[in-house]
C-alpha cells in the first residue's frame, strides 16, 4: 500500500514511485501471513507437539504399579510336584504417586506457556517480518523514483550542455549520479527478495509465493505507558513458565525424597502339594531394607537443581526487563524520528529539490546545488523508512516479551 502521507517527492515525481504491476492479484495480508505461519511453522508444531505429550505424562504419572503373577513348579514328577502360584502386589510409600502427578502438572503447565510464549514469537517474527517486506517495497519505490529523478536531471543536464548554457561536466556528472541510482535500485529489489524470503520461511516457503505484501505504512505503530508494559511482563508466558520451573524444581525434589521410602510388595497365593493331596496358602510380604541406598544422591541433586531454577528465573526476570526496557527505548527512537522526518524533513527536503530544479531550469542554480537537493531528498527518504522498520520491529519486540 503507498504512503498516503508520505511526502516522499512532489506531485510532479509521484508517477515514479509506482511499482509495476505484479502477477499475483490479492497482495498477501497481515491476517493472511499469521495464518499460514500457525498452520505451516515447524516450531510452532513442535511446541503443540510437546504440549500434548505432556499430557501423556502426567496420565502415566498417576498410574498405579501392575501386579505380577508368578506360577513355579519344584518337581518334574506328577506324583511328589508341588505347583505355587502367587500373586504380588506392589504399594508405593511414602506419597510417590502424588508427587509424580504434582511434578507432571506443572511439566504440563510449562508446555502449555512455552506454547503460548512460542505463539507469541512466532505472531512477533510474522509482524516483523511482515512490515520489513513492506519497507522494502516502499524503499523500491523510493529507489525506482530517485532513478527517475537521475534520468530527469541527465536530460536536463544533456539540453543545457548543448545549449551551450552549461559545461560538459555538468552532465557527466549527471551520468555518475543516474549510475548510483541504479545501483541503488538494484540493491532494493534485493532487499525487497530477501524480506519476502525471510517472511515465506515463517511457513516454511523458502522461494516466496506472494508478489507483494499489504502493509499499511501511514500509521505508525502506539504502545502503551511503561507502567502498563512493566504490569503486563508479570503474565506474560515466559515469565510465568519461569515461575512454574521454580515450582517443578521444588516438586521434584519431593519426588526424590518419596523414594527415600522402600515400596512394600505384598504376594498371596495357593501351593498344590500332590504328594500331600492338599492345596497350601501362601503369603508373603517383601520390603527393601534402605541400608546403604537411601535416594540421597538423588535429593542432593534435585535440591541443587531446585536452587538453580530460583537462579533461573531471578536472571529471566532481569533479563526480560532489561530487554522491554531496550525495545521500548528503540521503539520510541524510531517513532520520534519516523515522525520528525515525516513531519519536518521530508516536505522541507522535497520542497528544496523542486525549487533547485526549477532554479536550474531557469539557469539560476547550477548542477550542484540540484544534485545536492537530490541527495538530501533520497537520504530522507532512505532514513525515514529505515526508522519505520526500527518502529515496526521494536513493536513486534514488545510484543514478544510480554507474549502478546
Known amino acids: 500500500m503507498r504512503l498516503s502521507v508520505l511526502p516522499l517527492a512532489v506531485a510532479a515525481l509521484a508517477a515514479a514511485f509506482a511499482l509495476p504491476a505484479r502477477t499475483e492479484a490479492q497482495p498477501l495480508t497481515l491476517e493472511r501471513a499469521m495464518s499460514a505461519a500457525f498452520d505451516n511453522n515447524p516450531g510452532f508444531a513442535a511446541a503443540r507437539n510437546e504440549a500434548a505429550a505432556s499430557e501423556g505424562q502426567l496420565t502415566q504419572a498417576g498410574v498405579l504399579p501392575n501386579p505380577s503373577l508368578e506360577v513355579s513348579v519344584d518337581d518334574t514328577q506328577k506324583a511328589t510336584r508341588t505347583t505355587t502360584t502367587m500373586l504380588s502386589v506392589p504399594i508405593e510409600t511414602g506419597g510417590k504417586r502424588g508427587a509424580r502427578i504434582k511434578a507432571a502438572g506443572l511439566s504440563r503447565d ?113 504502545r502503551g505507558s511503561l507502567d502498563e508494559l512493566s504490569a503486563a511482563l508479570g503474565d506474560a508466558p515466559l515469565m510465568q513458565g519461569g515461575r512454574l520451573a521454580v515450582d517443578l524444581g521444588r516438586a521434584q525434589l519431593e519426588v526424590e525424597k518419596s523414594k527415600r521410602y522402600p515400596d512394600i510388595t505384598l504376594s498371596a497365593g495357593v501351593a498344590r502339594d500332590n504328594e500331600a493331596g492338599r492345596n497350601k496358602a501362601q503369603l508373603g510380604v517383601s520390603i527393601p531394607l534402605p541400608l546403604f541406598d537411601r535416594n540421597q544422591g538423588n535429593v542432593y541433586a534435585a535440591t541443587m537443581q531446585a536452587y538453580k531454577a530460583q537462579d533461573t ?78 518502529a515496526y520491529q521494536a513493536s513486534a519486540e514488545i510484543d514478544r516479551i510480554l507474549g502478546r
Open 110 to 222: 510449562i508446555a502449555q506457556r512455552d506454547l503460548a510464549a512460542a505463539r507469541a514469537g512466532l505472531r512477533s517474527a510474522v509482524i516483523a517480518a511482515f512490515f520489513e517486506a513492506a519497507v522494502a517495497q516502499e524503499a523500491v519505490r523510493v529507489a525506482r523514483g530517485n532513478m527517475d529523478i537521475a534520468n530527469s536531471a541527465l536530460r536536463l543536464a544533456d539540453r543545457r550542455v548543448a545549449a551551450g548554457k552549461a559545461p560538459p561536466l555538468e552532465s557527466s556528472k549527471a551520468q555518475v549520479e543516474l549510475a548510483n541510482a541504479r545501483i541503488e535500485a538494484r540493491t532494493a529489489d534485493a532487499t525487497l527478495e530477501a524480506a519476502r524470503r525471510k517472511l515465506g520461511l515463517l511457513w516454511g516457503n523458502a522461494q516466496p509465493d506472494f508478489d507483494s505484501v499489504d502493509g499499511k505504512l501511514d500509521a505508525l505503530p502506539q
Open 313 to 390: 528465573y531471578r536472571e529471566l526476570a532481569a533479563r526480560l526487563t532489561g530487554d522491554l526496557l531496550q525495545a521500548v527505548s528503540q521503539f520510541d527512537l524510531a517513532v520520534g524520528s519516523a515522525r520528525e522526518y515525516r513531519g519536518a524533513v521530508l516536505p522541507g527536503a522535497a520542497q528544496a529539490y523542486d525549487a533547485a530544479r526549477k532554479g536550474f531550469e531557469a539557469g539560476k542554480f547550477g548542477f550542484l546545488e540540484v544534485l545536492d537537493a537530490q541527495r538530501t531528498l533520497s537520504q530522507g527518504n532512505i532514513a525515514y523508512l529505515t526508522a519505520l522498520a526500527s
